[in-house]
C-alpha cells in the first residue's frame, strides 16, 4: 500500500528535479519551508526531532541540537518496515539509507542512515507542499513517503519486506540476529537485506560481492550469515535459528547473489590488475632480443674461433651452410695458406684456380674451392 502510495504522489510531481545540493551552513528558516512535521521520534539518531521540507533538501532539528541537513538527491533507499516481530505497539519504521560519500553530518559525524519511528495509528493532516490549497491527510507513514516522492525521491528507492520475497519458518517476514552484542530482525527484501534497530544497516544487493554461511554444517542451533560487500568489508548476522537456514538459502539463490567468502566477492568486483592494453607489460619477443644482440662487425661466432659466415644466397639460388660448413671452411682456409706457393707453380701450368678471401665469398664457394684444392694437392703427391 505504502508503495503505490508514493508513486501516484511521485507521478503528480511537475517539473521533478534532481540537483545535487550540499547542507548549507547555518540554520534553516522552518518558517519558508514547504511543509512541516512536529515531534517525530528518531531511532538512529535518537531522540524527538521536526522535519522540515524544503524544494532540495529536508532537515531534522532536534531541542539544543545542529540541525541534520539532508539533500534528497543523497536519499539511495527508503525502507518501510510495518511488520516487526514480536512488537504490541504497532510501531512502523522509515529507514532513510544515505548513499555512499553524501557526508550528512551531526556535529562532527557522518550519519550512515535515519530512522524515523511513527505508527499506522498516527495520523497527519497538513498543508500539500504543491500550494494548491489541497491538503495531505493520513497515517504518518503514508504522508511521509508521499513527501519524500513529491519531492523528488524515485518510486524506484522506496522498499518494504514482502511475504512474495521471504517468509521465515514461522511465516514473519523477519528473521532474528545479532550484530555485534546488539539483538535484533533482519529482513531480506527484492532490493536490500535491512537490520533493524540498532544498529540500523541496509545493504543493498547491488553492494553484495557474496554471501556466505557459516557454522551451517555444524550440529549447533544457529548458524551466521556473512555478507561481503564488494567494497571489502564484511557484515556479520550471528545466533540465526538453524530453522531459517532453508528459507535464507532459498531466497539467496532467488536474488541470484554468489554464495562463497569473500574471495569470491573481490572476485566478482570488477576490478583487472590492468585496465587497459596500454597497462599491461609488453610481451618479450625473443627473436628481437637476440637481434639486439647481434654485432654484424664480430668476426667469432664461437669459443673455437670459427669464421661468422653470412647468410647472402649463392648464385644458384642456395643460403650459406650450417656451422659444420664454416668449421669447413675454416679448415680449408688453412689448407689454403699452407699451399700457397704450390697453387702460384700451377697457376704456371695454365689452371683455371684463383686465390679469394673467405670474407668475400658465401660458404658454397668456400666448400667448391676446398675440393679443387685437395685434388691438386693429391696430384702433387702422386708425383
Given at each position: 500500500?505504502?508503495?503505490?502510495?508514493?508513486?501516484?504522489?511521485?507521478?503528480?510531481?511537475?517539473?521533478?528535479?534532481?540537483?545535487?545540493?550540499?547542507?548549507?551552513?547555518g540554520?534553516?528558516?522552518?518558517?519558508?519551508?514547504?511543509?512541516?512535521?512536529?515531534?517525530?521520534?528518531l531511532?538512529?539518531p535518537?531522540?524527538?526531532?521536526?522535519?522540515?521540507?524544503?524544494?532540495r533538501?529536508?532537515?531534522?532539528?532536534?531541542?539544543?541540537?545542529?540541525?541534520?541537513?539532508v539533500?534528497?538527491v543523497?536519499?539511495?533507499?527508503?525502507?518501510?518496515?510495518?511488520?516487526?516481530p514480536?512488537?504490541?505497539?504497532?510501531?512502523?519504521?522509515?529507514?532513510?539509507?544515505?548513499?555512499?560519500?553524501?557526508a550528512?553530518?551531526r556535529?562532527?559525524?557522518?550519519l550512515?542512515?535515519?530512522?524515523?519511528?511513527?505508527?499506522?495509528s498516527?495520523q497527519?493532516?497538513?498543508?500539500?507542499?504543491?500550494?494548491?490549497?489541497?491538503?495531505?491527510?493520513?497515517?504518518?507513514?503514508?504522508?511521509?513517503?508521499?513527501?519524500?516522492?513529491?519531492?523528488g525521491?524515485?518510486?524506484?528507492?522506496?522498499?518494504?519486506?514482502?511475504?512474495d520475497?521471504f517468509?521465515?519458518?514461522?511465516r514473519?517476514?523477519?528473521v532474528?540476529?545479532v550484530?555485534?552484542?546488539?539483538?535484533?530482525?533482519l529482513?531480506?527484501?527484492?532490493?536490500?537485506f535491512?537490520?533493524?534497530?540498532?544498529?540500523?544497516?541496509?545493504?543493498?544487493l547491488?553492494?553484495?560481492g557474496?554471501?556466505?554461511?557459516?557454522?551451517a554444517?555444524?550440529?549447533?542451533?544457529?548458524?551466521?550469515?556473512?555478507?561481503?560487500?564488494?567494497?571489502?568489508?564484511?557484515?556479520?548476522?550471528?545466533?540465526?535459528?538453524?530453522?531459517?537456514?532453508?528459507g535464507?538459502?532459498?531466497?539467496?539463490?532467488?536474488?541470484?547473489?554468489?554464495?562463497?567468502?569473500?574471495?569470491?566477492a573481490?572476485a566478482?568486483?570488477?576490478?583487472?590488475?590492468?585496465?587497459?592494453?596500454?597497462?599491461?607489460?609488453?610481451e618479450v619477443d625473443?627473436?628481437?632480443?637476440?637481434?639486439?644482440?647481434?654485432?654484424?662487425?664480430?668476426s667469432?661466432?664461437?669459443?673455437?674461433g670459427g669464421a661468422?659466415?653470412?647468410?647472402?644466397?649463392?648464385?644458384?639460388g642456395?643460403?650459406?651452410?650450417?656451422?659444420?660448413?664454416?668449421?669447413?671452411?675454416?679448415?680449408g682456409?688453412?689448407?689454403?695458406?699452407?699451399?700457397?706457393?704450390?697453387?702460384?707453380?700451377?697457376?704456371?701450368?695454365?689452371?683455371?684456380?684463383?686465390?679469394?678471401?673467405?670474407d668475400?665469398?658465401?660458404?658454397?664457394?668456400?666448400?667448391?674451392?676446398?675440393?679443387?684444392e685437395?685434388?691438386?694437392?693429391?696430384?702433387?703427391?702422386?708425383?
Amino acid at each position: 500500500m505504502v508503495a503505490a502510495v508514493v508513486a501516484e504522489a511521485a507521478s503528480a510531481k511537475e517539473g521533478g528535479q534532481s540537483v545535487q545540493v550540499s547542507a548549507g551552513a547555518g540554520a534553516a528558516d522552518f518558517g519558508a519551508a514547504l511543509a512541516t512535521v512536529e515531534g517525530l521520534v528518531l531511532v538512529t539518531p535518537r531522540g524527538r526531532q521536526a522535519l522540515a521540507f524544503f524544494e532540495r533538501h529536508c532537515v531534522f532539528r532536534a531541542a539544543g541540537k545542529a540541525d541534520i541537513s539532508v539533500p534528497y538527491v543523497a536519499i539511495s533507499h527508503i525502507a518501510i518496515i510495518d511488520s516487526i516481530p514480536n512488537d504490541t505497539k504497532g510501531r512502523v519504521l522509515v529507514f532513510l539509507h544515505l548513499a555512499r560519500g553524501a557526508a550528512v553530518m551531526r556535529g562532527k559525524r557522518a550519519l550512515p542512515a535515519l530512522v524515523i519511528q511513527t505508527s499506522a495509528s498516527v495520523q497527519l493532516d497538513l498543508p500539500a507542499p504543491l500550494g494548491q490549497g489541497a491538503r495531505m491527510a493520513g497515517p504518518a507513514p503514508v504522508v511521509l513517503c508521499q513527501l519524500f516522492g513529491l519531492q523528488g525521491v524515485p518510486p524506484a528507492a522506496f522498499c518494504s519486506p514482502s511475504p512474495d520475497v521471504f517468509r521465515s519458518a514461522d511465516r514473519r517476514l523477519g528473521v532474528s540476529a545479532v550484530v555485534k552484542v546488539s539483538q535484533g530482525w533482519l529482513f531480506p527484501m527484492a532490493a536490500a537485506f535491512c537490520f533493524l534497530e540498532r544498529p540500523a544497516l541496509l545493504l543493498p544487493l547491488a553492494e553484495i560481492g557474496s554471501v556466505e554461511f557459516a557454522r551451517a554444517a555444524g550440529t549447533s542451533s544457529t548458524f551466521d550469515l556473512l555478507l561481503h560487500a564488494r567494497d571489502g568489508t564484511t557484515h556479520e548476522f550471528t545466533s540465526i535459528p538453524r530453522a531459517e537456514l532453508a528459507g535464507l538459502t532459498a531466497y539467496v539463490a532467488e536474488q541470484r547473489l554468489p554464495v562463497g567468502t569473500a574471495d569470491v566477492a573481490a572476485a566478482a568486483a570488477p576490478c583487472a590488475r590492468y585496465c587497459n592494453a596500454d597497462d599491461a607489460p609488453a610481451e618479450v619477443d625473443e627473436d628481437s632480443e637476440e637481434d639486439a644482440d647481434f654485432d654484424p662487425d664480430c668476426s667469432s661466432s664461437s669459443a673455437a674461433g670459427g669464421a661468422r659466415l653470412s647468410g647472402a644466397e649463392t648464385g644458384d639460388g642456395q643460403t650459406g651452410g650450417s656451422a659444420a660448413d664454416e668449421a669447413d671452411a675454416d679448415s680449408g682456409s688453412r689448407d689454403l695458406g699452407n699451399d700457397e706457393e704450390e697453387e702460384e707453380e700451377e697457376s704456371d701450368d695454365g689452371s683455371s684456380v684463383s686465390l679469394v678471401s673467405e670474407d668475400d665469398i658465401p660458404s658454397a664457394n668456400v666448400r667448391h674451392h676446398m675440393s679443387e684444392e685437395e685434388g691438386h694437392a693429391a696430384k702433387r703427391r702422386r708425383r
